[in-house]
């Protein structure tokens, strides 16, 4: 079992910058590969950015490339989203997930699938709005 919590949403203005973080625990965060989603009202959830088990492979989407950064801690056990240079069009519920379990040797890969993660936090509201 893994339980994971989000924070630092909140309403920015347009051109702000946020910090998420995803603190983790239970069962081995090391090896699992974690993705940052978001779902807007009205809209499917997707993969805004994902990191392989061992934090060095990382996925964008094409709206975020060059202002989102994830980063994954294995040693604090969080998961952050980095955002900067926020677009009203990102205002949405942002939720952390973790997906399959790696080695030490061979890291899980992180999907783009909302339906290949097994956990998921409770999500942290966005808003970007003047």
């Known amino acids: 079992q893994l339980q994971l919590v989000e924070s630092g949403g909140g309403k920015v203005q347009p051109g702000g910058s946020l910090r998420l973080s995803c603190a983790a625990s239970g069962d081995a965060f090391y090896y699992r590969a974690m993705g940052w989603f978001r779902q807007a009202p009205g809209k499917e959830r997707a993969r805004v950015a994902g990191v392989n088990s061992h934090g060095r492979d990382t996925k964008y989407a094409d709206s975020v490339k060059g202002r989102f950064t994830i980063s994954k801690d294995n040693a604090k056990n969080t998961l952050y989203l980095q955002m900067s240079g926020l677009k009203p069009e990102d205002t949405a519920v942002y939720y952390c997930?973790?997906?399959?379990?790696?080695?030490?040797?061979?890291?899980?890969?992180?999907?783009?699938?909302?339906?290949?993660?097994?956990?998921w936090g409770q999500g942290t509201q966005v808003t970007v709005s003047p």
């Open positions: 997930a973790a997906a399959g379990l790696g080695t030490d040797s061979v890291p899980a890969m992180c999907p783009r699938l909302p339906s290949l993660y097994n956990y």
